[in-house]
């Protein structure tokens, strides 16, 4: 046998969390042939000689949105060159289908680069269809939001579902599960989602669970309502019956630090009581969101126009800053402006990196009136990068046994239309190892390993990757433990790492030297019926009707 690759003498670190081992490792026909003792002679057509780098699965974003970016950097450049092989978006409430024509229309407005994505995305199978066509470079799954489908049915309004639009909410849903969606994920703090009562989330969440999917929620508060949110997060597992995870764990704003070392014995309370509860974290203290979750949720009931609408009315405005004034209880978060960053500014590129403090000075403004008048001027684009964590939280999240780690970030390339982003977009799986193994020595190698490949293929259940051993899919990325670094920081957050050598996705060598190849292997992928191996039925249903 002629292997297509073999990756000679390296220290495999395999993705169970077991200690590295030395071996060479051959890829056939995509998939990993052979995990041998070094020094053996294979026959291969390229031979890559480790020198005694790490060879670990590739890394598997499980907290992603790449939604519509990767039909604008199919290459996936932020994730591939530090190794991710794996995403998943879908996240916090949002995905990119099903999208009515309305949503559509209000998705392009404000998309930056609407050329690029191929609309009419009125369901999950015709979404995961057009991505496929398009050719990525990384694996891509998604969950379906729980705001996307609520917006579907009753629009962007702060009541409560009647049982007709629950039912039809339920049945978009599990159009999308047949579809291949992975789960179903919220996001308390945005609209709509923001206006949904437990008991549908439980609901909902319980037609996932009958399908063996996940339910992923961004929770109704990480900051003054933190332990809250993650109770209700809880409840939903163990009313619903089914795995919780939560995203991005963090205690927001000062007054807070400290409070994950409570929600996280929450959640070790509820895994003894057998709700299966899991977590994911970015290995940073600034967060980043839309600048419009800092402002009040009856005020963006209806949507971005009649969000400005609102703005703009001499009448309504004044209750709206007097409310951003004060801490703001949607967001979780009590906003210190001279922590706020703008990250995306498209009408006023220039304060991009600058603070909201420092744009209402430059403005002569008060930093409330800067806010507003930014959302009436951008809508639903103006995104910000927030300060608000402690260090301590961040490193007692990452050493809990059942937290992973995921991006929250995007498939991105420098492209100005992106503004600055959070760099958690092109370092977060670096700076894991690089910073926090090497350098701080948070966790151990294989373990933080673990966290970034066995533990969230097993989390989506991702049989066939996250692991090295023969017969598993080929993603692999090799890199040097010693030099391995996140080089991207805020200021110029569109900055590649070091010290990653190779990446293969599906046995295809996806980059190499810190360069994509141009190759797109990435596959879309879909979960199957309940998770039986049955083939998902084909053609997802449109429940939107035509479109
Ligand atoms: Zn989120």
Redesign the pocket.
Known sequence: MTLDLLIAGARVVDGTGNPWFRADVGVEAGRIAMVAPPGGRHAARRRIDAADRVLSPGFIDI?GHSDLSLFSFPLAQSKLLQGVTTEVGG???WSAAPLNPDMEEQVRAEHPRPEDVPWGLHSVDRYLTALGEHGIAVNYGCHVGHGTLREAVIGSVDRPANPFELATMGRMLEGALEAGAMGLSS?L??APGCYAPPSELEYLAAIAYRRGRLYAS?IRGEGDTLEQAVAEAIAVGRRARGPVHI??HKASGRPNWGKVARTLAMVDEARSQGIDVTLDQYPYTASS?DLSAYLPAWAREGGTRMLQQRLADPLVRPRIREEVRRPVAEAGETADWSLILLACVRGRREWEGRTVQEVAELTGTDPVDAVLDLVLAEGGTAQVVHFGMSEDDVRLVMRHPVVMIGS?GSSLAADPAWGKPHPRSYGTFVRVLGHYVREMKVLALEAAVHKLTGMPAARLGLDDRGRIAPGRMADLVLFDPEIIEATAGFADPCRHPLGVNLVVVNGVIAAEDGAPTGARPGKVLRACWANCGRNFPPGGRNLLGPS
């Open positions: 907290h996240n916090c409430g996001g703090i945005y961004h995203a991005h969101t929250d």
